[in-house]
């Protein structure tokens, strides 16, 4: 598979032969210094992979974060900013980075700020990076236990996305990258939402096609919308709750949720909600809570739980001034923006989602 998608100052290229693309690209520039970001897992399982097929002479340097959401704070850029400073990082210097959706989130950060900006590569190695994280130019941090707070809109260079390193993946991450792509055949349409649902009968290949296809839908989405005045936002369905939900199990590492698993139940929720204000569909809510049920392990909410999550909704960058703003369903395929939802109806929707067998 070798595809290309382009944007105005962009390109994602998706190859089996993407970190040779990328070298065969670098090297043409006059960039003076390669420095390669990863986290403590993709340095283990990536790096060695990437290098082995990026020849230059140019020379590199590599700077390791600790890995997990936990870790995607200013402080941790303060560390990596340091570090380039450093190793004497110029304006003509280069950042690749090298891992999930941390590492491109903080990393897309780094770069626009560092010598008030570099220019930096996203190199995704976790399916939940290369179908989103990585695509669309946001770059930023959490605000203590609260998402992407703080950050920018500034697309990289290129994005070079190899499938074959989803190899080295667990599977609690592929499913964290399966609910984004759940998320896309939700709001893009009801024929690539069917083909999850014939999932279970689909070899390699087709999968490396749904990806691409995940990636398709996201870049038309943002190149329409850049800075997310309208269309963009449809694609933070399930995230109001979804986000929520996460920040809230940050404070609580016992109950530790990744990104799609959080998203999943938001999908859910968000859904249950459509039904109510959207007179979306009750059979394809079922439809929805089936699917996401058969890949994602049913989450336990407390009372209090569900209190601080739907005060945590209140922070969501959706908002305006205190209206907390939902996206919803009025059909597989299309959404409605700038819901509101009364607080009673969420505590429905949590009470459904506790009912369902999953």
Known sequence: MNERISFDNSEIIVSQTAENELSNWINSMAYSKIFILVDENTHVHCLTKFLKNFPTELPIEVIEIPAGEENKTITTCVQVWESLA????????VLINLGGGVVTDLGGFIASTYRRGIDFFHFPTS????????????????????????????????????????????????KSGL???????????????????????MNISALD????????IKS????????????????????????????HFLNHPQKYLLHGEAIAVGMILASFLSVQLNQFSENDLSRISALIGKYFTK?????????????LTKFDKKNF????NFVLLDQIGKCKIDCQVPESLINDAFNYYDSLKL
């Open 86 to 93: 450093d190793l004497k990082a110029d304006r003509n210097s």
């Open 299 to 311: 989450i336990e909410f407390t009372s209090k739980d569900i209190s601080q999550i739907i005060e």
């Open 220 to 247: 038309s989405i943002v190149q329409k919308d850049p800075n997310e005045n309208g269309l963009r936002k449809t694609l933070n369905f399930g995230h109001t709750l979804g986000h929520a939900i996460e920040s």
């Open 321 to 324: 001034g205190n209206q907390v």
């Open 127 to 174: 399916l939940l990076a290369m179908v989103d994280a990585a695509i669309g130019g946001k770059n930023g941090v959490d605000l203590g236990s609260l998402k992407n707070q703080v950050g920018v809109i500034q697309f990289p260079t290129k994005v070079y996305v190899n499938t074959t390193y989803l190899n080295t993946l667990p599977p609690k991450e592929m």
């Open 209 to 216: 096609e749904l990806i691409l296809e995940s990636i398709q």
């Open 179 to 201: 609910a984004e792509m759940l998320k896309h055949g939700l709001i893009k349409g009801l024929a690539y939402w069917e083909k999850f649902e014939q999932m279970h009968q």
